[in-house]
């Protein structure tokens, strides 16, 4: 599935999700770019910055984010070239341990994470000038452990390269609640194609829907979660039913008052 979050001030709020096909080529790009294309920034909003992983920086996908007057930051596959006809993986192979230089990096949380990075100015076939990042936890970890960010935020600093790539995470985040709070994929049903779309869609509904109720309880300084939003409606829940246990066992008390 494609999965469109939308971040911001500690909210993180699946805006759109869609199951993909597997016999359509190419389909989680096509569907990324559908949802691009839908999202409607509210008026607030003054900058947007894409982020996604190595499996969506499609050509087709980046030109769109630039005719809407966007900003990405995405991993970048190996197999991506330059204009020179060199692929990427080849500057992830050759530069040496010297050219690295460790950056302070934060987490979406705001802790500090260091990272060991390159960076340079580069021309991407069918893409233009981009900034690329090497990135790496270990000074001594081999090529196979570097992780290739591509900005078109040319001014920006490596090190806050890497901390607004490492916001994409609240991906994985809402992909893990989902899963763990709301049982999506767990649901027991037939393999007609509609069904399995709207056992995808449901606990997404129910996400948006605790979001909605509970989302605004708690300190977005130090963060929440589903588990902490689900905690809170059953005690709702819990509160309405003992008020209504209450309630009744009153109003009886009150008519055998009165019939006495």
């Known amino acids: 599935m494609v999965v469109l979050v939308a971040r911001w001030n500690g909210f993180r709020i699946p805006i759109q999700m ?25 008026a607030w909003v003054r900058e947007t910055v894409v982020l996604g992983d190595a499996g969506c920086p499609a ?13 990405y930051v995405f991993a970048m596959p190996r197999t991506r070239k330059f204009t020179n006809g060199k692929y990427v993986r080849d500057l992830v192979q050759h530069p040496p341990k010297l050219l690295y230089r460790r ?12 990272d060991w990075v390159y960076m340079r100015q580069a021309e991407l076939h069918q893409l233009g000038d981009v900034t690329i990042v090497l990135s790496k936890k270990r000074r001594n970890l081999g090529p196979n452990r570097v992780k290739i960010i591509v900005t078109n935020l040319l001014d920006m600093s490596a090190g806050a390269v890497i901390t607004q790539y490492s ?22 049903l037939s393999q007609d194609a509609d069904r399995v779309e709207r056992s995808v869609v449901l606990p997404v509904c129910a996400y948006l829907l605790l979001i909605h109720l509970h989302g ?25 039913q003992v008020n209504r246990v209450e309630q009744k066992m009153q109003q009886k008390c009150n008519e055998i008052n009165a019939a006495a």
């Open 216 to 240: 605004r309880d708690q300190d977005l300084r130090q963060g929440w979660s589903l588990f902490q939003l689900k905690q809170h409606f059953t005690e709702r829940l819990m509160q309405d």
């Open 59 to 71: 050509n087709d996908t980046l030109k769109r984010i630039e005719e809407l007057g966007w900003t």
């Open 103 to 114: 950056r302070a990096t934060s987490k979406p949380d705001g802790r500090r994470q260091d």
């Open 18 to 42: 869609a199951t993909i096909d597997p016999e359509c080529k190419r389909h989680q790009n096509i569907l990324f770019r559908q949802m691009l294309r839908d999202f409607d920034a509210p």
């Open 167 to 188: 916001i994409r995470w609240c991906v994985e985040l809402v992909i893990k609640e989902l899963k763990s709070g709301l049982h999506l994929g767990q649901m027991q």
